[in-house]
C-alpha cells in the first residue's frame, strides 16, 4: 500500500491522505477544507491534486469542516464512493456540512458584487448547501468498535479519541501478500477528560500511525478549574459590573461545553440569575445531535441526566433562531450573557454583538478558543483598542479575557500518552500531521524520549510505500 500526504502537511487545516493498496483500491482519509489563509485558501481547496471520481471512499474520522469540508465538492465533481464515519459524526455533518454550503453561497455572494463594481466576472460558490444535502447519500455511519468491511481484504474499525462527539481513530486493516497490514488514523485527539463525552479509548498496536500534532509543543492548564473561573466571569460581569458577557464561540463542541457547565452551576444554585441566550442556528441543530448521541457520554453526564435530562437547556436559557430575535437582543438592557458563534469572531452573528457592546466599560469578550493570528479574536486578545467591525470603527472598552482550557486538542504530554497503548516494537513508521513544523518537529523529539522511532513529518504531496 502507498499512503500520499495530500493536506495538513506541516499545517493544521485541509486534512486529506490517499491511500492506494496493492489491488488498487483508492481510499482517501478524510476530505478536509482549507481555513484561515485568506486569498490563498479559495485557490488551495478548488484545486485537488486528484480525480474525485476515481476515490472508492472516504473514511472520516470526524465531522470538523477542515476534516470533512470538502465531500460536498467532491462529490459535484463525480465522487459516488461511500464515506465511512461513526453514527454521530454522520448526524454532525448532516447539519455542519449543510451550513457551510450556505457560507459559502453568502460569500460567494458578497463577494461577487464586489467584482461586479470592479467590472470582472463572477465566480461560482466552491458548493451550495444543496450540494451538501445531496452528498449525504453517501455517509455510512458506523457505530464504534464494529468491523467495516470496505471489501474482502479491507475493513475499518473505529475508535474513540474524545475529541468531538464521534471522533475517532480509524483503524485500518488491509490483507495484502497473505497478511494484515495495520495502519491506524488518529484524526483529532482530545484531552484526557471531556466534559461531556467519553474519555480516549486505546486502539489495537498498528504497524503504521498517522498522527496529528496541532499541539505538539504546549502544555494546558487543568481543565476542571476552568469551569470555576467561568462561572466568576459571569459573576463579575453581571452582577459586580452589570453589564453583558459576549463569548465567541464555536457551535460544534465547544458550545455544548459551555452550556453544560452553566447548566451544571444552574442546577447547583450557583448560576447568577440573568438570561443567558445561544445564538447560533447551527449550535441549536448540533445541540440536537448530542442529545441523540448519549452512548458517546461519559459517565459523570449520564449521572447527572438520572436527575436532569436535559443537560443542555435550563430555565435562563434561551435559544435563539431567527435573526429577527437575534437583532432583537441589540435592545435586551438587562445583563445578560450572549454565546455565538464565530469562535474567532472572524465571522457570524457574534460580530453584531461585539459591534453593539464592545465600547461599553460594564461588557466582558471572554475568547474560549484557538484564534489564528490575523482574526479579530486574536486582535482583541493582543489587546487592540481600536478595531473595525463590518467596516465601522469601534473602540474597545470592555474587558478582554480568555479561558484556554476548553481546548479540544491534547497537548504533547497527553498525545504521548494517548499513543503509549502502542506495541512500540510492532510500530515501524508513524507520520505526524495537522500541525505546524515548529510542534511537529518539538513532538518528535519528544515522543523519541518516550521510545518511538522512524517519525516522519511528511511534506504536501510526498508519499510512502508501506
Ligand atoms: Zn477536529
Redesign the pocket.
Known amino acids: 500500500m502507498k499512503i500520499q500526504f495530500l493536506g495538513a502537511a506541516r499545517e493544521v487545516t485541509g486534512s486529506k491522505h490517499l491511500l492506494t493498496t496493492d489491488n488498487g483500491r483508492r481510499i482517501l482519509l478524510d476530505c478536509g477544507i482549507y481555513q484561515g489563509k485568506g486569498m490563498d485558501t479559495e485557490e488551495l481547496n478548488r484545486k485537488l491534486n486528484f480525480d474525485p471520481k476515481e476515490i472508492d471512499n472516504i473514511i472520516l474520522t470526524?465531522a470538523?469542516i477542515?476534516?470533512s469540508g470538502l465531500i460536498p465538492y467532491i462529490y459535484k465533481l463525480g465522487f459516488r464512493g461511500s464515506v465511512v464515519c461513526t453514527s454521530a459524526t454522520r448526524d454532525l455533518c448532516a447539519y455542519m456540512l449543510a451550513d457551510a454550503g450556505h457560507i459559502h453561497e453568502q460569500d460567494t455572494r458578497t463577494y461577487n458584487k464586489k467584482m461586479q463594481r470592479l467590472g470582472k466576472k463572477p465566480v461560482e460558490p466552491i458548493y451550495t448547501k444543496q450540494d451538501a444535502i445531496d452528498c449525504m447519500e453517501l455517509f455510512i455511519g458506523v457505530p464504534y468498535d464494529r468491523k467495516f468491511y470496505i471489501d474482502d481484504k479491507t475493513r475499518v474499525r473505529f475508535t474513540n479519541t474524545g475529541?468531538?462527539l464521534g471522533?475517532a481513530v480509524a483503524n485500518i486493516e488491509i490483507l495484502e501478500a497473505g497478511h494484515t497490514k495495520r495502519l491506524a488514523y488518529t484524526?483529532?485527539i482530545g484531552r484526557p477528560e471531556n466534559r461531556i463525552i467519553k474519555s480516549p479509548s486505546p486502539f489495537i498496536s498498528a504497524d503504521y500511525i498517522i498522527c496529528e500534532s496541532t499541539y505538539g509543543n504546549r502544555r494546558h492548564d487543568n481543565s476542571l478549574k476552568a469551569d470555576e473561573d467561568l462561572l466568576s466571569i459571569v459573576h463579575d460581569t453581571c452582577i459586580i459590573k452589570g453589564g453583558k458577557l459576549i463569548i465567541p464561540s464555536f457551535s460544534v463542541g465547544r458550545t455544548q461545553e459551555i452550556v453544560y457547565s452553566l447548566n451544571n452551576f444552574y442546577n447547583e444554585k450557583k448560576l447568577p440569575k440573568v438570561d443567558i441566550f445561544v445564538d447560533s442556528p447551527l449550535a441549536m441543530n448540533v445541540t440536537n445531535v448530542f442529545r441523540l448521541h448519549a452512548d458517546c457520554f461519559n459517565k459523570k453526564i449520564l449521572h447527572i441526566m438520572e436527575n436532569d435530562p436535559d443537560p443542555f437547556g435550563f430555565n435562563s436559557l434561551h435559544y435563539v433562531k431567527s435573526v429577527e430575535e437575534s437583532k432583537q437582543l441589540n435592545d435586551y438592557s438587562k445583563p445578560c450573557v450572549i454565546i455565538s458563534a464565530s469562535g474567532m469572531a472572524e465571522a457570524g452573528r457574534v460580530k453584531h454583538h461585539l459591534a453593539n457592546n464592545i465600547s461599553n466599560p460594564k461588557n466582558t469578550v471572554l475568547m474560549v478558543g484557538y484564534c489564528a493570528p490575523s482574526t479579530l479574536g486574536a486582535r482583541l486578545l493582543r489587546g487592540e483598542k481600536n478595531i473595525s467591525i463590518h467596516g465601522y470603527p469601534y473602540e474597545v472598552k470592555a474587558q478582554i479575557c480568555r479561558l484556554e482550557s476548553y481546548s479540544?486538542h491534547a497537548d504533547y504530554v497527553e498525545i504521548a500518552s494517548f499513543l503509549s497503548c502502542q506495541d512500540k516494537k510492532r510500530l515501524q513508521k508513524m507520520f505526524l500531521v495537522h500541525g505546524d513544523y515548529e510542534a511537529q518537529t518539538e513532538l518528535k523529539t519528544y515522543l523519541e524520549s518516550k521510545g518511538f522511532a522512524n517519525i516522519i513529518i511528511p511534506e504536501k504531496g510526498s508519499s510512502y510505500n508501506m
Do not use: Q, R, T
Request: charged content about 20%; cysteine-free; glycine content about 20%.
Open positions: 470526524h470538523h477542515d476534516h475529541h468531538l471522533s484524526g483529532d479540544g
